[in-house]
């Protein structure tokens, strides 16, 4: 008994190091469950807003860098950014009251225009949000590099890399938790870049004339060398490609789930705390940078360049300076969260309609997509090693995609109230909202893509449409495996069954044959069918085993997680009553969890307490030829489950299920 011991000492070691790192396992019978993992506003802004906010690190520096030696421009680049991150913002508000179930772009575009536009929002989606967590860690590695000696700064991508794996230990431990972790850096950030930019205004008012005169004078001399229209093509340009200011709008729509109630008014009011904040940032650090001149210098960005500025001659300014953009960039790893909160639950979403994997919709036992938070940190890391850490690289990457789903999403919500035309008696006031935000999101995107596409855009078009492709080809396998399983249930639903029902109890010294199930199907009948013909008169007892399994799409709230255990129930209760007329006595075990195989297993082992002559039957897909993608396709749950149940000496016993495909 001594190694068993030592066996359980080590095991028990290694379980409370794993919780220690990622967190202890949600207990999903708490009635405050969902209260608690939820979002208020001021966190929800923590979390998903910070991306919205952070873009300001490096969007207006985009877009001022690109008029070149026409800075007087900045001004009205300036207001036309914060009215345009208003207009978005308010177009998504009303997304989120007519989707308070979030799901942002891919659901607005499968529902509204279909699942093929849905599929091309989605994969541009996530491919957008692995973009996010990259340009995030590496603007904030530039960031906080920008006080560090040029010798130092090949250590930038292994830094980045690092940051990336911190982010995702962070995210499985769970999403309230990593945002409560970095609640501090976003209040740091919020409170210094509003002194910097309050008194870079106020202590600069002497420069309101002279800057008006400036205007006046460069927009003369414009007109005089490259006329109305050079000037508006060199605007629109810049306020195109300072487009990255708008990349996190969409993520409040996009999380909704995690709100708490009531979540449409929750997300909205997260929506006003995040578009204020970045058109107020945005919009006045366009007027900085023209108030004091703001020029580019080597190794460092124009916002810090801007805080050096501005609070050299204070005490300690050189301090205060450096708390300033470290704050920045370190926001800028908060803002990495989006992607990380959002992205997995857009692949799980994607997952349900068989766009994916299905594996990416279930949960870990802290509540979160792992799956989905393991391929976004990798594609991250392979990302920053690409292009070596490079935002001017990343940038361009970045803001084609985001621009792909605003358009699908704002011509979704457009088609929505031209049909609700003669229902809502303001339809035309919010139809106006979505075609003005169609025609900015068009705009820029098509001016990015053609502006940029040498330079990288090609890239993300490249690995977006492979992400399309992939979907196809998966959505394609799933559903000839649907055919498939449905020829089952067509035979074998209403399988005829004669004679009166078993009602004797179960006998628990009798043979006992323990099945696994998911619900009432022909799978499940067939299963049933292939054990009795395959051991005739060996069994008294039919056990069914059942696990409710939570996944991201009944993981909404306690409604349901009721409604899906009720129908696991029920079906249960069909696979009794039909073992029963085959002249079987039967009954049912269930469990609830996010884990099939953990379940299922502790559920044979307290049945086989009970039942000493018991076997455990489940079924497994089986393919005519067998592929290397199918075990990434179907889970290898029967095999799993019998590896620990024979390790723990109960008897197991896989019987095959042949699709023809």
């Keep these: 008994m001594a190694p068993d011991k030592k066996d359980n000492g080590s095991g028990n070691l290694y379980q409370k190091f794993r919780f220690l790192i990622f967190g202890a396992p949600k207990q999903l019978k708490d009635a405050n469950l969902f209260h608690k993992m939820s979002l208020i506003p001021i966190l929800a802004w923590v979390g998903l807003g910070a991306d919205g906010l952070s873009s300001s690190a490096y ?36 997304i989120i009251e007519h989707f308070p179930h979030g799901g942002g772009g891919y659901i607005v575009a499968t529902h509204m225009l279909g699942e093929k536009a849905g599929v091309v929002s989605g994969s541009a989606l996530l491919v957008d949000y692995v973009l996010t967590i990259t340009v995030s860690i590496a603007a904030c590695v530039d960031a906080m590099f920008s006080y560090i000696p040029q010798g130092y700064h090949h250590y930038k991508v292994p830094f980045a890399c690092f940051l990336a794996v ?98 449409v008014q929750t997300g909205k009011r997260t929506m006003v705390y995040m578009a204020t904040s970045l058109a107020f940032t945005a919009g006045v650090l366009f007027f900085c940078y023209s108030l004091i001149g703001i020029t580019p210098v080597e190794g460092k960005t124009l916002n810090a360049v801007l805080a050096d500025g501005l609070f050299a001659k204070w005490p300690m300014g050189n301090v205060i300076a450096f708390i300033t953009i470290f704050s920045e960039g370190a926001l800028l790893l908060v803002a990495a969260q ?12 994607m997952a349900v309609d068989s766009w994916f994997p299905h594996r990416f919709a279930a949960l870990s036992v802290r509540l979160t997509m792992r ?52 229902e809502d008696p303001k339809w035309l006031q919010h139809l106006s909202i979505h075609l003005l935000g169609l025609a900015i999101c068009a705009t820029i995107l098509v001016i990015t893509t053609v502006e940029k596409f040498a330079e990288g855009g090609w890239l993300t078009l490249l690995i977006t449409s492979v992400v399309i492709a992939l979907c196809y080809i998966v959505k394609g396998h799933y559903l000839k495996v649907r055919a498939g399983v449905n020829q089952l249930d067509e035979m074998l639903l209403d399988f005829p069954s004669s004679g009166l029902p078993n009602t004797d109890a179960t006998d628990h010294n009798a043979a006992t044959a323990i099945q696994l199930v998911s619900g009432y199907s022909g799978f499940g009948v067939h299963t049933l069918l292939t054990l009795l013909t395959t051991f005739p008169k ?32 029920e079906g249960l209760e069909k696979y009794v009553g039909l073992a029963r007329k085959l002249g079987f006595a039967a009954d049912y075990r269930m469990a609830v969890g996010t884990d099939v195989v953990e379940s299922a297993t502790e559920l044979c082992q307290q049945l086989a307490e009970v039942y000493p002559r018991s076997t455990v039957f489940t079924g497994q897909l089986t393919f005519r030829l067998e592929k290397f993608y199918h075990r990434l396709l179907h889970n290898e749950t029967a095999f799993a489950i019998q590896r620990r149940l024979q390790w723990n000496g109960l008897t197991t016993v896989i019987l095959p299920i042949r699709v023809n495909i």
């Design 59 to 94: 969007g207006p520096e985009e877009a001022f860098r690109a008029l070149g030696q026409h800075t007087y421009l900045a001004i009205m680049l300036g207001l036309l950014t914060a009215l345009t991150v208003f207009i978005i913002s308010y177009a998504y508000s009303r």
């Design 371 to 422: 799956n989905g938070i393991m391929l976004m940190g990798s594609a991250t890391i392979a990302l920053l090693l690409y292009t070596k850490g490079s935002v001017d690289a990343l940038i361009v990457m970045y803001s084609i995609n985001v621009f792909v789903t605003f358009s699908l999403s704002q011509l979704g919500m457009s088609r929505f109230f031209i049909q609700r035309r003669k």
């Design 166 to 263: 911190f982010l995702i230990v962070l995210n499985i431990r769970g999403v309230k938790e990593s945002i409560a972790v970095m609640a501090p850096i976003f209040a740091t950030f919020v409170v210094t870049h509003i002194v910097m930019l309050l008194y870079g205004v106020f202590m600069h008012t002497d420069r309101f004339v002279p800057l008006a005169h400036e205007f006046k004078t460069g927009l003369h001399h414009d007109l005089s060398t490259i006329g109305i229209f050079g000037i508006l093509l060199l605007f629109l340009r810049a306020y195109s490609l300072g487009g990255g200011t708008y990349t996190g709008i969409e993520a409040v729509s996009n999380g909704l789930q995690i709100m708490r109630e009531p979540r």
């Design 538 to 569: 060996t069994y008294k007892n039919v056990i069914f085993v059942s696990v409710a399994v939570i996944d991201s799409g009944s993981f909404k709230g306690a409604e349901e997680v009721a409604a899906l255990e009720q129908s696991v129930q």
């Design 338 to 349: 989006t992607g990380f909160v959002d992205g997995p639950r857009v692949m799980s979403n």
